[in-house]
């Protein structure tokens, strides 16, 4: 009983390093609680698209899950490390390493039985209030209803119980490795001068130029999402080596420019971060990717969330689409008979007839044919898709009047940045391109700027000629699939009620299917809505729970570094006041510090951001996004959002700071 008497008197005494980690262990279980009762509710398996949905919150979950695991570690060390010397104090006083590791036992408990009620009452409250946020964002009815699920319960404690046998872990093995007089004077203990490491340094700055230049140098969406992890680490251990060795390099510079180091403003920041940059730099380099995670995980899901009725528009230029490799007469007459027995008029009917996508590969000289089974992703960058349309099929499409005076003559539109000229070449044979066409031109055809690879279609001036290509570049029997043409039939329908369009195209499909034909794919565009809001929204949900998870994670980063700096500062400050300096100097030089401490990895994470927006903008063609104006416009407001939101976290946690520094 006098281990855990003298473990709620600590707890009570402490509260200043306590109650962070209690509350950061708090905010943890009801993180799980919330994913986890989210993603394993009943009523998910009811919804449309319910495999891809449940998957992503179950991805979510596991994301949580790993983070709640890194973050519970660094919050623990942070705990042991403010209280070393109060260990060493114990220890001096007669309490040997055995107690030390009961009276560490106690004051785990009494935080774990804190956490577990305080987490799991949090986390079944918010549950309820997501349900009401997904219930939005994804437009679905009562079948996705709150429910308790004492199972799910029981998951959390496991886990909250499992993180904090970690962390009594962990105490163990430092209470274990060190030795009383360290343990007393841990905290006196001074910082020596860092060596200005060039070599690392250059290194960082390498590693960033690298990360930076993969993110703008990438041209297709499939090599976005190959190469979007190397970018990534790429950055994180540049960022990284600049914050620990850049920044020694930065400031001893500075320290050499007299004019500004022999300035009252500069002088005291500039040496006091060059002795203690060592252990700074970590943590604030740990700000800055946290806070770029947030910046990079909230602006893409809500980029999708925003954008996906453009998405829909886009890829939907009639609210039905039915394709097929074959003749759709059948499918067109039962479309037709079914409506007119409904009394539903079909308004803009539109008949398209194409070759298939053809994947070619970009040469020095122009486009070479390939085909999809000797094809491999080292190739990816090259990958090109070709569509052939003869001139009478576009303008029947399209009801453009544009036309051709030649056989070598074609009109040409491609998403391809790198294409200039007025010579298309396709395997051998020249065109002369009389005009490329803009989005405008082609945008009945359909979202054609959304395919993972470049996209060129190609109008030429009679059907006879692209017959005569197929023919020469697929002879084998093994390639005689890609000679297959691509029709298509797509139409609107009057109706306006929600409730009749889902049942008319109910019925409509159920009449396709008794006409007949096979082979045929029926989309509606109202579907397609669904879905997608559904995808998204989840997508977007996901996104805020992590993007709040990380934010939390930077608040409390900042809060631990202004307490330990200002413990650490206090003497000094106390010595500088002694020697003459004024109060109004303190605070001055004070904010200064603090500003350029805390200012450096906001500017950096925005930094990352700018760069890493190409990149992002590329894999979200792949989601069918390519108004890239409205997720730059959602990437800028979620980025002052988040500056002003760090501003508060800063000004709130500065407080900390001073308040420890002026005592």
Request: contains cysteine.
């Amino acid at each position: 009983m006098f281990f855990a008497k003298l473990a709620q008197q600590n707890i009570r005494k402490n509260k200043q390093a306590f109650v962070p980690f209690i509350l950061s262990m708090i905010f943890l279980a009801a993180l799980n609680t919330l994913m986890l009762l989210v993603a394993n509710d009943p009523g998910l398996a009811k919804l449309r698209g319910a495999e891809a949905i449940t998957q992503l919150f179950g991805f979510g979950s596991v994301v949580i899950l790993i983070f709640s695991v890194i973050f519970a570690t660094y919050t623990g060390n942070i705990l042991n490390k403010q209280r070393k010397k109060e260990f060493g104090l114990y220890n001096v006083l007669g309490l040997g390493k055995r107690e030390l590791y009961k009276l560490n036992f106690f004051e785990n408990l009494f935080s774990l039985v804190v956490t577990l009620v305080a987490g799991l009452l949090t986390g079944v409250i918010f549950s309820r209030l997501a349900y009401l946020i997904i219930k939005k964002l994804l437009g679905v009815g009562n079948e996705f209803s709150f429910s308790i699920q004492p199972t799910i319960l029981l998951s959390v404690v496991i886990i909250i119980v499992g993180l904090y046998l970690w962390l009594y872990l962990i105490s163990v093995i430092s209470i274990f490795k060190s030795d009383p007089i360290e343990l007393l004077h841990a905290k006196q203990k001074g910082e020596k001068e860092p060596k200005a490491n060039w070599l690392l340094a250059i290194v960082g700055v390498v590693a960033l130029v690298w990360g930076y230049w993969i993110a703008l140098t990438i041209q297709s969406p499939v090599s976005a999402i190959m190469n979007f992890f190397t970018a990534v680490l790429l950055v994180v251990v540049g960022t990284y080596l600049l914050f620990m060795a850049g920044s020694i390099v930065i400031l001893k510079l500075l320290r050499k420019n007299e004019k500004y180091y022999y300035n009252v403003k500069h002088f005291i920041p500039v040496s006091g971060m060059i002795y203690r940059m060592k252990q700074n730099a970590v943590g604030l380099a740990s700000i800055c990717v946290l806070s770029t995670m947030v910046l990079v995980t909230v602006a893409t899901t809500a980029g999708l969330f925003f954008g996906s009725n453009d998405q829909v528009n886009q890829n939907f230029p009639r609210e039905i689409m039915i394709s097929s490799r074959s003749p759709l007469n059948e499918v067109k007459k039962a479309a037709t008979d079914y409506a007119a027995k409904e009394n539903v008029k079909l308004t803009d009917l539109q008949e398209v007839k194409s070759t298939q996508p053809l994947l070619f590969t970009t040469e020095n000289n122009g486009l070479k044919v390939s085909n999809r089974i000797e094809f491999t992703t080292k190739k990816i960058d090259k990958a090109v898709d070709v569509t052939l349309m003869c001139l009478a099929d576009y303008q029947q499409a399209t009801g453009s009047k544009l036309a051709l005076k030649s056989k070598n003559d074609i009109l040409l539109y491609t998403t391809d940045s790198k294409y200039q000229g007025q010579i298309l070449n396709l395997s051998g044979t020249k065109f002369n391109v009389t005009e490329q066409l803009n989005e405008d031109a082609v945008s009945a055809l359909g979202n054609l700027s959304t395919t993972p690879v470049p996209l060129y279609l190609v109008i030429v001036k009679d059907q006879s000629q692209i017959d005569s290509l197929l023919n020469k570049w697929y002879s084998t029997k093994e390639m005689v699939s890609y000679k297959d043409p691509a029709y298509q039939f797509n139409f609107n329908f009057s109706l306006k009620n929600e409730a009749k369009r889902k049942a008319f195209i109910r019925g409509l499909s159920k009449a396709l299917a008794a006409s007949g034909q096979s082979g045929y794919v029926f989309e509606a565009k109202d579907s397609y809505r669904e879905s997608i809001k559904l995808f998204d929204g989840g997508f977007f949900f996901i996104g805020i729970i992590l993007g709040t998870a990380f934010l939390l994670a930077t608040a409390l980063i900042i809060y631990y570094k202004q307490v330990s700096e200002g413990m650490d500062d206090r003497e000094q400050f106390v010595i500088l006041q002694k020697v003459g300096m004024d109060d109004q100097e303190v605070k001055r030089v004070i904010h200064s510090q603090i500003m350029m401490v805390f200012a450096f990895p906001l500017i950096m994470a925005l930094i990352h951001v700018a760069f890493a927006f190409p990149l992002i903008k590329k894999m979200l063609i792949l989601f069918g996004i390519t108004n890239w104006q409205l997720f730059l416009l959602v990437t800028i407001v979620v980025a002052l959002i988040f500056s002003i939101l760090y501003y508060i976290v800063y000004q709130l946690t500065a407080r900390v700071y001073y308040r420890l520094v002026e005592r």
